[in-house]
């Protein structure tokens, strides 16, 4: 099994960055597809950006061209740089793992992924 734990949230003013990290533990990220989610009170958990085995990489389109996802093999975590954030962006972000998935396939729908870290809390004041 892998641990997951999300860090380097906090408050920011809109047009601001963030970088948030998600650590694994117990194995390799690289087995995995990976994936970042958010929640916003009163919302659904959406989807955000993912990360195949592959390395391919697949935004929401509300954070395209504004959000990173990568893979860090060296301290196994897969970092979530945020830039140009806005009040909207406002939510609990969840760092997401899939085991058994097909090489090269991303994933968008929270019930795919059975492993989450707890959520670090992002805030963007406008």
């Known amino acids: 099994q892998v641990q997951l734990v999300e860090s380097g949230g906090g408050l920011v003013q809109a047009g601001g960055s963030l970088r948030l990290s998600c650590a694994a533990s117990g194995r390799s990220f690289s087995r995995y597809a990976m994936g970042w989610f958010r929640q916003a009170p009163g919302k659904e958990r959406e989807f955000v950006a993912g990360i195949s085995r592959s390395g391919d990489t697949y935004y929401a389109d509300s954070v395209k061209g504004r959000f990173t996802i990568s893979g860090d093999a060296a301290k196994n975590s897969v970092p979530l740089q945020m830039n140009s954030l806005k009040p909207e962006d406002t939510a609990v972000y969840y760092c997401?793992?899939?085991?058994?998935?097909?090489?090269?396939?991303?994933?968008?729908?929270?019930?795919?992924?059975?492993?989450w870290g707890q959520g670090t809390q992002v805030t963007v004041s406008s």
């Open positions: 997401a793992a899939k085991d058994f998935s097909v090489f090269g396939a991303i994933y968008s729908r929270p019930q795919e992924y059975g492993y």
